[in-house]
């Protein structure tokens, strides 16, 4: 019985040896790993951003094992890309890589040292260029004042505060907001009560008497002074 076997195994070993080609098997291995490597970045979503920015900072994934690939190694590079909020990341096998983007919106353009910037909703500032363009954006000035306006901008629209018709926005380092409206009629709020006088504006503002007044002044706490 022993020879039996041995004589099958002969026979399977030569005809294995006889079949297999080396550089066959090398090239079958390669296809099986070049499978799964990435060769494809869908993005969606996005509308300020260029796709072409994304693919320049994600191009050292391609090629890359699709299963090896973390998500920080696809979010780090683009964390410095104005107007990126987050992203949401799928793999779609073998090779490609889906990339859905979150933006940031812009909300105003403000000016620091002269110098003109966007700010977005995030309260990030974006140096303006000439192809960033955004109709109906107010101005907003005054020192610090990107450290403060979302959540003063936020109150305003909490309160019902007619906010689109702002042209500008004035910071004052202490803590306080002037604006002025598309009629060029000018608001002064205090540094305190800041919700309270949001609303004694919005009420004012809807009287017919107020109308032919260019300066409602609200800095001093129970008065009202027009001008």
Same mark, same amino acid.
């Given at each position: 019985?022993?020879?039996?076997?041995? +004589?099958?195994? *002969? &026979?399977? /070993?030569?005809?294995? #040896?006889?079949? =297999?080609?080396?550089?066959?098997?090398?090239?079958? !291995?390669?296809?099986?790993?070049?499978?799964?490597?990435?060769?494809?970045?869908?993005?969606?979503?996005?509308?300020?951003?260029?796709?072409?920015?994304?693919?320049?900072?994600?191009?050292?994934?391609?090629?890359?094992?699709?299963?090896?690939?973390?998500?920080?190694?696809?979010?780090?590079?683009?964390?410095?890309?104005?107007?990126?909020?987050?992203?949401?990341?799928?793999?779609?096998?073998?090779?490609?890589?889906?990339?859905?983007?979150?933006?940031?919106?812009?909300?105003?353009?403000?000016?620091?040292?002269? +110098?003109?910037? *966007? &700010?977005? /909703?995030?309260?990030? #500032?974006?140096? =303006?260029?000439?192809?960033?363009?955004?109709?109906? !954006?107010?101005?907003?000035?005054?020192?610090?004042?990107?450290?403060?306006?979302?959540?003063?901008?936020?109150?305003?629209?909490?309160?019902?505060?007619?906010?689109?018709?702002?042209?500008?926005?004035?910071?004052?380092?202490?803590?306080?907001?002037?604006?002025?409206?598309?009629?060029?009629?000018?608001?002064?709020?205090?540094?305190?009560?800041?919700?309270?006088?949001?609303?004694?504006?919005?009420?004012?503002?809807?009287?017919?008497?107020?109308?032919?007044?260019?300066?409602?002044?609200?800095?001093?706490?129970?008065?009202?002074?027009?001008?």
């Amino acid at each position: 019985m022993k020879k039996i076997y041995i +004589i099958i195994l *002969l &026979l399977i /070993s030569f005809i294995f #040896l006889s079949t =297999f080609n080396p550089s066959k098997f090398s090239t079958n !291995l390669k296809e099986k790993n070049d499978f799964f490597k990435i060769k494809n970045i869908k993005i969606s979503n996005n509308f300020l951003i260029e796709k072409k920015e994304i693919y320049e900072k994600l191009n050292q994934i391609y090629n890359k094992n699709i299963f090896l690939i973390k998500r920080s190694d696809i979010e780090n590079p683009l964390k410095k890309i104005n107007f990126l909020k987050k992203i949401e990341v799928k793999k779609k096998y073998p090779d490609t890589i889906v990339i859905k983007i979150f933006e940031t919106k812009p909300i105003a353009y403000l000016f620091k040292n002269k +110098i003109k910037y *966007l &700010l977005d /909703s995030s309260s990030n #500032l974006v140096l =303006f260029e000439k192809d960033l363009h955004f109709n109906q !954006l107010p101005n907003v000035f005054g020192k610090g004042a990107e450290n403060d306006f979302i959540n003063f901008l936020k109150l305003l629209n909490n309160n019902n505060f007619p906010s689109k018709k702002i042209l500008n926005y004035y910071y004052f380092q202490i803590g306080r907001w002037d604006i002025q409206l598309e009629n060029n009629k000018i608001i002064k709020f205090p540094y305190n009560n800041i919700e309270e006088s949001i609303r004694k504006s919005v009420e004012l503002l809807k009287r017919k008497d107020f109308r032919n007044y260019n300066i409602i002044d609200l800095r001093i706490d129970g008065k009202i002074i027009v001008e």
